[in-house]
Structures are given as C-alpha cells and as structure tokens.
C-alpha cells in the first residue's frame, strides 16, 4: 500500500461545478497537509497548506483534513475552465521531507 | 521574478553524455530540494540541500547522480552517462529554512536522452 494514494481520474465536471479532490494516507504521523496545482508542462504551483484537522478557506478553494479517517479533501467552488490542471496532495511530519500523491487530473468544460 | 529558476528548461542528450540541470531559489531561501516527475506518476524526492551541505539523499541513485548547493550560486544536479530511463521532468523546490518548510517549485527540466 502506498504512503499517499490518489485517484489520478480524469475527472470532468461542467462550469461553476463544485469539485471535490481527495487523498487518502496510511501513515498517522503526518502532520502538515498541502495541496498543488500543475497546469500541463509547468511546475507545481503551492494552493493550500494546513497543519492538522479541520478546515482552511482561501477564496474559492476549501482545505479539509480528517485525520480520524486519513483523509484529506480540497473543494472548488464556481469551477472555472481556467481550474483544469492536474492536482497535487502532499503531506509531511515535522521536518521531514514531503510525500506527494500522484495526482488527478481535473477538466472544467464550458 | 523572484520565484524559483531552472535552466535549462529542455535539454537533450545522447546516452552516455552528461546533463546538468540548474537551480535558483527564490530570494531569502537557503534550502533546496530536487524531484524526478514521470509521466503518469507523482513527483519522486530526490535530494534535499543546504547550502554546502546535503542534508538528505535517499531519494537519489547512488550512481551517475549527484547534487550540489554550493555557496555562491544555483544548485547543480548532475547526472552522469544517461540512460534512455532518465527521461523525465526534473523540479527543484526551495524553502526558507527555520520552522518553515513550505516548498515553491520551480518551472522545470525536460531531461530528453536520445
């Protein structure tokens, strides 16, 4: 069983949808939660990042962390084309160095 | 633009040559991090550096690779008689250091081994 795992999809949902990614993990030790963005050919762009259980609110992006169950969330509202990329987890305990989900790939189609 | 560089950002090389990739941090970020994307796959850890010191390898094959942060200027990630496997997508993360590890990755190299 891998650390991270992630649906890589694709997932097609239409305009103004709400999105909803997830990432399960195995390892009860990880404290800090992160979400990227990686449009086709461009490096991950850091979209969220939050410590421990709960929620964090950035706009139209909602992080959600549920560390009873490992499983961590991020939520899109009023998708928009311009939101198709592929979507990045990652997750790390204190300083140690980061383990990344492998990725879904999300469409936002007029 | 003070975020991450890479250079190049394709590069091709005949097996057997060697590539070297380039990394900037963004300013005020003394710690590095190097990662191998693959089609189809996530982001695979590398190397993490400091400045002169290799901090974590144990992503990092033991032969042909190798990596270094010197003092003054970008980190190097160097790979030595490529093979037709290290086609890949190569990014460098920096951070700040201290009691922040949040990572800012560069744009990339395109590691093509013809």
Known sequence: ?110 | NAGVMQNPRHLVRRRGQEARLRCSPMKGHSHVYWYRQLPEEGLKFMVYLQKENIIDESGMPKERFSAEFPKEGPSILRIQQVVRGDSAAYFCASSPGGRSYEQYFGPGTRLTVT
């Open chain 1, 1 to 110: 069983q891998k650390e991270v795992e992630q649906d890589p999809g694709p997932l097609s949902v239409p305009e103004g949808a709400i999105v909803s990614l997830n990432c399960t993990y195995s390892n009860s030790a990880f404290q800090y939660f992160m979400w990227y963005r990686q449009y086709s050919r461009k490096g991950p762009e850091l979209l969220m990042y939050t410590y421990s259980s709960g929620n964090k609110e950035d706009g139209r992006f909602t992080a959600q962390v549920d560390k009873s169950s490992k499983y961590i969330s991020l939520f899109i509202r009023d998708s928009q084309p311009s939101d198709s990329a592929t979507y990045l987890c990652a997750m790390r305990r204190g300083s140690y160095i980061p383990t990344f989900g492998r990725g879904t790939s999300l469409i936002v189609h007029p």
